[in-house]
């Protein structure tokens, strides 16, 4: 943090305190402002340390700063040693009562959560939740309750209030020792602590009449996580909350919010091998619907300006080819991850108008250095970066086993790497995308956290545990490669669903609180010759983007193989000609089960069971969906080919490059090179269970 800044925000936090003093002054001028609190360092030895928590808001303080146009000096970051319970109440209590109904207001907690004992009666599971302090289970220091929340909360008057919980309130405690790890801590038993309080203040607010819209990270009886994403550590639900604010903007409704967060959760899931809590949504139905962070200005700065279409890092040179992302740690500018470079106060980051493109390969402190892969015209100082495309985190994939003998271990090892080289093995408590347990009669295979069980077999001869290790493995590594070629720079809005046996509706809300439910687990069961075809056992895919775009479909099976779905030889030439969908209706493919189809083919589920990874990418332009088709089709016969597509995906910022010869005479004129594949593309994905 700058100096100025931070005397910007003491002098910012020292009005609020004195606004607290002398009540809200009749010159209500509506603005921007936020309060950000995270902690990853905990006091009390009882309470395990977290390592995305700080990295969350301040991830989201760029955000709400490039993308939604908050003030710097309006936003209140408490970390670490800053977020006390004292100094947190104070910062809550200070940020309700300098309230203008005008205001866009943006609240964000991550940390740990917990639950104690309710004192008061008006919790009907007996509990109340709780978020910890960084001085939380101290000597004297009570958890920070539901009631001392919704109290405050609940004086809130701004028409535009985010709320946000990255933290669980019950659930049980990982079950591994890994650096994937739940938000949530046990109970606490000190009920004198939470009796010296006044608990008959509570607001008793109708959830339908509050001024405000709360999200949390997981339902009440879920572990939110904490790990390792895109080479860096955050909370999987905060992290996948900033990328949908960053791709929908200050015009998104808080339910197109949710939606944004649970595809990037989709992502997340191939990522660790896990599959993380589902995010809520609760608030007065009229207001999910409606933008909640807009303000009643069209701009994002709150003085009518257009927003920013992207967050955005400051670049500065350092040389012909490379240049520094200022503070791109802020935004996970992390080695392997690529950028766009656009002119100095560029606001609207037109797709395909890059003047160069890159990829980080270190880090210098908080900063990022980039290296310039392609480049139109030269970098100036004050000139912007964009993401382009996240890490690739394909390249290693590590395990860690526990209970077996070294010199069985070793043998096992051998035989997993002849099939997938890219095994690592890790130590137990390292990060591992599979651990691996063995009991002296049954193996385990268990998520990043450790808390999901993906498969269980027999022991059996160790050259027979390799391959069953490598074929999971291979899955996770070649799904990561697919889940790698995302576009977070692009519009285009896509969704992808599937239809099963299984399928349900969305429970009525109640009490004007609205849960934002996801259908079960997609699982399918394999089709037998002789059994109809139904939806348990063949696949239907919905889709629906916001254009027309042109579709294709591409899996990962559970033994590692890559195919090209969608378009293919069998679908008759009068459905969906060239993979091209309309926008703004769902499509569903194949269009029905039954025998002769418009399609013209089935995707039936064959053995062997297990995960498939559906990845479906959109594209507005005939070239770059000809271009992905073909390095999916290759990559069936050699995986290895993905990262060109992802070269040659992100190159797409860059319109209309060509390479020519820096000459001052005359010369003969050079044949024309074929221009880069042009257009936006996106891509979103389902995984889906297959089982007998």
Request: net charge negative; proline share 8%.
């Amino acid at each position: 943090m700058t100096m100025e800044r931070m005397i910007k925000q003491t002098i910012f936090l020292a009005a609020l305190l004195s606004i607290a003093d002398v009540g809200l002054s009749a010159d209500c001028t509506p603005t921007r402002r936020a309060l950000l609190i995270g902690i990853n360092d905990y006091v009390a030895r009882s309470l395990p340390d977290l390592r995305g928590a700080v990295n969350d808001v301040k991830l989201l303080q760029r955000i709400l700063v490039t993308r939604f146009g908050f003030p710097e000096e309006n936003i209140v970051l408490l970390t670490d040693a800053q977020a006390t319970r004292s100094r947190v109440m104070a910062a809550i209590d200070s940020f309700v009562e300098r309230d203008c109904p005008g205001d866009v207001v943006y609240f964000h907690y991550s940390g740990h959560g917990s639950q104690v004992k309710d004192i008061s009666g008006d919790e009907d599971d007996g509990m109340d939740e709780t978020i910890l302090p960084r001085d939380g289970r101290t000597a004297g220091i009570p958890d920070i309750r539901d009631d001392e929340l919704e109290q405050r909360f609940a004086k809130l008057q701004a028409r535009n209030a985010l709320i946000v919980f990255d933290s669980c309130n019950s659930g049980t405690v990982t079950r591994a020792a890994t650096p994937v790890q739940a938000r949530f801590v046990p109970p606490d038993d000190r009920l004198e602590l939470y009796r010296a309080l006044d608990a008959r203040t509570r607001a008793i607010v109708p959830v339908a009449e509050l001024p405000h819209v709360l999200m949390t990270s997981a339902p009440a009886d879920k572990e939110a996580l904490d790990g390792p994403l895109d080479e860096g550590f955050y909370g999987l639900f905060s992290y996948s909350l900033a990328r949908s604010l960053d791709t929908r903007g200050p015009t998104a409704t808080p339910a197109q919010i949710l939606e944004g967060t649970k595809s990037e959760l989709r992502r997340i899931q191939e990522q660790l091998y896990t599959r993380p809590p589902e995010p809520q949504l609760e608030g007065p139905p009229e207001k999910l619907g409606q933008p909640i962070l807009r303000g009643s200005d069209s701009g994002s700065g709150g003085n009518g300006s257009a927003p920013a279409r992207r967050a955005w890092l400051d670049v500065q040179p350092v040389s012909r080819e490379e240049v520094r992302l200022i503070d791109g740690v802020a935004l996970n500018a992390r080695p392997g991850s690529q950028w766009a470079i656009y002119p100095a106060g560029e606001l609207r980051f037109q797709y395909g108008d890059a003047q160069a493109i890159g990829i980080v390969t270190r880090l210098s402190g908080d900063d990022a250095i980039l290296r310039l892969r392609m480049i139109r015209s030269p970098v100036v100082p004050g000139a912007r970066a964009i993401a382009l495309a996240p890490p690739d985190v394909s390249a290693q994939q590590p395990v860690s086993i526990t209970g077996v003998p070294k010199a069985r271990l070793q043998a096992i090892m051998q035989r997993a790497k002849a099939d997938v080289p890219s095994i690592q093995w890790v130590a137990p408590g390292e990060f591992a995308r599979l651990i691996v347990r063995f009991d002296g009669r049954r193996w385990e295979v268990l998520d990043a956290a450790g808390l999901q069980l993906a498969l269980t077999f027999d022991d059996m001869p160790d050259a027979e545990v390799g391959a069953r290790l490598a074929q999971v493995i291979a899955w996770s590594s070649r799904a990561n490669s697919l889940l790698s070629l995302d576009n977070p720079a692009s519009d285009i809005r896509l969704w992808v669903g599937v239809r099963t046996a299984f399928t349900t509706t969305s429970p009525p809300a109640k009490r004007g609180l609205t849960l934002v439910t996801e259908d079960p687990a997609p699982v399918y069961v394999v089709r037998r010759a002789e059994e109809p075809r139904s939806p348990a056992n063949s696949l239907t895919l919905e889709i629906r983007a916001d254009r027309p775009v042109f579709i294709t479909i591409a899996s990962v099976d559970t033994e590692g193989q890559i195919q090209l779905l969608f378009p293919n030889s069998y679908q008759r030439p009068d459905f969906l000609p060239d993979g091209r969908i309309p926008g703004r209706v769902t499509v569903r493919i194949p269009d029905s089960l039954q025998s002769g189809n418009g399609a013209g083919f089935h995707w039936d589920y064959s053995p062997p069971v297990g995960k498939d990874t559906i990845r479906v990418f959109a594209s507005e332009d005939l070239n770059t969906a000809q271009r992905i088709r073909e390095f999916i089709a290759r990559s069936g016969a050699d995986p290895g080919v993905l990262p060109e597509l992802r070269s040659a995906l992100t190159a797409t910022a860059v319109r209309g490059i060509r390479v020519v010869a820096d000459r001052q005479d005359p010369a003969p004129a050079e044949p024309e090179q074929p221009q880069l594949a042009q257009g936006q593309w996106a891509a979103a994905s389902v995984t889906i269970q297959v089982t007998e």
